[in-house]
């Protein structure tokens, strides 16, 4: 951390913590909150059992029976009862009948009975016709009708199997109550008949009942305590971290403008870059401790409140490391989503207005995670905050794992780093440091850039953080309206739903984001005429590479069993023997995605990076590539494959070699065993991979060196020893920013 930001960072921090609404909403809400809720809670439960238990509901029965249904209300609780008092044991011989007295005296202790100890009834009877009923249930004056024969004690005496209705309003919560209480007085009624007829035939319940089934819970009570837990802590913490970011956050950017001290922060010798640094560390500081503080009250609350049935609370603290180390990056996601959200706004209420749309990203959460069968996979892993959410519900149960950690920490500081380039960007335009009016229209208006040579990093990041769910969606979209899962997938499918993701997203954006940012499109996707050298170093690591991959993937496949997507291999073997498959294939495998993500990956994403570092750009872009690849089971091969092209298009100055590389060896892919060596349609789920043949490995890996030594420094005479850098230019500022331009402009690419 630099001086100045740092002292940005203390100074804003101060200024927070000086204000008692900060104080207020940030230390004394959570550790009152918690005790308070539970209190309250636990008083609002017991008033509302006692009020269930002392209402009384109306029900509607058929004229005549009115007397039968208050002989229901009379009837013991014979299963409670039996279960307070336990049989003795009888050991018999096998196949040995039980002497008829000893049956009676048996079934005796079991349901002795009785009458029912008087209280006020908790049902009311009234005689109604079957339309009468009907209309006074939907019109709410009675809870439910009853519809049963008048004679039905004699069909009951008669042995006869009689139909009894009950009619209910499933939308009215006392009119389920009493569908409860009624179903409880017939199923006590049905037990007492049953057993008067066991105990005219002299048997017990054991004759129709041989079997006594019981469950054990055999979880540790703080594993039962994370499963409770679990499913609303992520939406707290979510929610937390907004509410200790949201007023910071308003405070340094449209609170300052209002109050008209921005101006005087801006005078100072400091970069917009670094100020918004410091803002930013200060912001994410306080939503972090307000995050930490609502855990630890939470936790110290909630482990001393015993369980409804008898059972301590004992929470889950082994999770807590785990869980803050999460936290942090989506503490900064929120963090730069909510500083450049607020910056657009000229005063604080237009800021809260903004932001409000923020706390809607919770809400989303907790439905996700509360829908059953929803499991953290798939591209679960690298959905924003979702992914978050999932995970930490994971860990209170003591079921996450390290690969799940890695995936969901690193896509979230992608997407981190994607709005602090945001807000970076939206604070360093004069326009909407300045301006009172219009701040979302002087930043998205094209007539405000700046012609520049290549992206800026935080375009490039922004582009590849909103293109994930964009992808997402769209091909899952298709793939529901496209697919007849039971029919199998035909040509004109399979076209569509890779065209119109790839051409349509992949390429289509890219370019028009080029031309709307007023961005050199050669410049960007490096569209220069690639070198000898280069065109034969990308041929020879595309054929040396296949082989090489298969056989990390077949020694990763012992750590990580593979998960192989059967209808896809059919589908693609289907349209491979159907006419033109091969070339429809190729096309589609090999040609579009060596066109369009060489474009968006190696061009818009690399060029915006290449300024932070060569290795550094070269990873990150390699990292963002394989998590856009599905099965999660080739993504760090993926990964690493992407790392490989990238430093390809850097070596060659173009991209024309990572187009050919990438061409070849998809294609090899299409092609088959025969020049591979790999046949993928032999792969088994959950087991080990078979290694590549020594007469194809060996020889790869010479090739592929040669491949790596052909590439490096291959650029072309005419190209830059470094990749183009713009020039610095500087933002018209308003007349009443004139006199600190200098000192917020800065390079565009």
């Known amino acids: 951390m630099s001086p100045r930001v740092r002292a940005v960072f203390f100074k804003e921090l101060r200024d927070a913590l000086?204000?008692?609404?900060t104080i207020f909403a940030s230390v004394v809400v959570p550790i009152l909150l918690y005790p308070i809720m539970m209190l309250g809670l636990a008083e609002v439960a017991q008033q509302a059992k006692a009020r269930i238990e002392k209402e009384i509901y109306e029900v509607a029965v058929p004229e005549g029976t009115t007397s039968f249904m208050l002989d229901l209300l009379k009837l013991p609780d014979l299963e409670a009862e039996a279960a307070q008092k336990q049989p003795p044991k009888i050991e018999d011989k096998p196949g040995e009948l039980k002497d008829p007295g000893e049956i009676q005296k048996l079934q005796q202790q079991v349901a002795p009975v009785g009458p029912a100890p008087a209280k006020?009834?908790?049902?009311?009877?009234?005689?109604?016709?079957a339309e009468d009923a009907a209309k006074a249930l939907k019109a709410g004056t009675i809870r439910a009708s009853v519809v049963l024969p008048p004679d039905i004690d004699q069909r009951i005496a008669a042995q006869q199997k009689v139909d009894v209705q009950i009619?209910?309003?499933?939308?009215?919560?006392?009119?389920?109550?009493?569908?409860?209480?009624?179903q409880t007085l017939f199923k006590r009624y049905e037990l007492a008949k049953l057993r008067e007829r066991l105990s005219d035939k002299k048997l017990s319940t054991d004759f129709i009942k041989p079997l006594t089934l019981s469950s054990e819970n055999v979880a540790e009570a703080v594993k039962v305590s994370g499963s409770i837990i679990g499913s609303f802590l992520p939406l707290l913490f979510i929610m937390m971290i907004i509410t200790g970011a949201i007023n910071p956050a308003i405070d340094m950017t449209a609170g300052e403008k209002e109050r008209f001290t921005l101006e005087t922060l801006i005078g100072m010798p400091i970069r917009p870059v670094e100020l918004i640094a410091g803002k930013f560390l200060a912001v994410s500081a306080l939503a972090l401790g307000n995050a930490a503080l609502n855990v630890a009250s939470f936790g110290l609350t909630f482990s001393v409140v015993p369980m409804p049935q008898g059972g301590a609370f004992e929470f889950p603290w082994f999770a807590l490391p785990a869980t803050l180390l999460l936290l942090a990056p989506l503490t900064l996601f929120f963090a730069g989503l909510l500083?450049?959200?607020?910056?657009?706004?000229?005063?604080?209420?237009?800021?809260?207005?903004?932001?409000?749309?923020?706390?809607?990203?919770?809400?989303?959460?907790?439905?996700?995670?509360m829908m059953p069968g929803i499991e953290l996979e798939g591209p679960l892993l690298l959905a924003p905050v979702l992914n978050t959410a999932l995970l930490i519900k994971e860990l209170f149960l003591g079921r996450g794992t390290a690969m799940q950690m890695t995936y969901v920490f690193c896509s979230t500081c992608m997407y981190a780093a994607g709005t602090v380039a945001f807000a970076a960007r939206v604070f360093a335009r004069e326009d909407v440091l300045f301006s009172s009016q219009g701040s979302f229209r002087v930043f998205l208006k094209r007539k405000f850039f700046i012609p520049s040579p290549v992206p800026r990093a935080g375009d490039s990041l922004l582009l590849l953080a909103l293109m994930f769910p964009l992808f997402f969606y769209v091909q899952t979209g298709l793939t529901k309206l496209l697919v007849d899962f039971q029919q199998g997938i035909k040509p004109l499918e399979l076209i569509l739903m890779v065209v119109i993701p790839q051409w349509g997203l992949f390429l289509g954006i890219p370019i028009l984001l080029t031309w709307y940012l007023k961005v050199n499109p050669k410049t960007t996707f490096q569209w220069r005429m690639p070198s000898a050298r280069a065109i034969g170093g990308a041929i020879f690591l595309a054929v040396g590479a296949w082989p090489i991959v298969s056989q990390l993937i077949s020694w990763q496949s012992y750590v990580w069993p593979i998960a192989q997507d059967e209808f896809m291999h059919k589908a693609l073997k289907d349209i491979l023997t159907a006419k033109w498959g091969t070339a429809i294939l190729l096309f589609l495998m090999a040609v579009t995605p060596a066109i369009c993500e060489e474009h968006l990956f190696r061009?818009?994403?690399?060029?915006?990076?290449?300024k932070s570092g060569k290795w550094t750009a070269l990873i990150v872009v390699g990292v963002i590539f394989g998590a856009y690849h599905l099965p999660l089971f080739k993504q760090p091969i993926i990964m690493t494959m992407g790392v490989i092209i990238a430093y390809v298009a850097y070596e060659s100055r173009s991209i024309w070699p990572g187009v050919l590389m990438h061409f070849i060896y998809n294609g090899l892919g299409v092609i088959g065993p025969n020049i591979s060596g790999v046949d993928e349609s032999?792969?088994?789920?959950?087991?080990?991979?078979?290694?590549?043949e020594l007469q194809y490995l060996i020889p790869a890996i010479v090739i592929f060196i040669a491949g790596l030594l052909l590439v490096r420094r291959s650029a072309p005479a005419q190209a830059d020893a470094k990749p183009p850098v713009a020039p610095i230019v500087r933002v018209e500022a308003p007349a009443q920013a004139q006199r600190v331009a200098a000192t917020v402009s800065e390079p565009h690419a």
Request: some cysteine; overall charge positive.
């Open 18 to 21: 000086r204000d008692r609404r």
């Open 120 to 129: 006020e009834p908790s049902l009311i009877f009234r005689e109604m016709t």
């Open 167 to 182: 009619r209910y309003d499933r939308a009215e919560r006392r009119s389920q109550e009493t569908l409860t209480r009624l």
């Open 339 to 369: 500083l450049a959200v607020s910056s657009l706004a000229a005063n604080v209420k237009e800021a809260q207005i903004y932001c409000l749309p923020v706390y809607l990203v919770p809400v989303l959460g907790l439905m996700v995670v």
């Open 603 to 610: 061009g818009f994403l690399q060029q915006g990076l290449v």
């Open 682 to 692: 032999k792969w088994k789920s959950g087991e080990p991979l078979p290694g590549v």
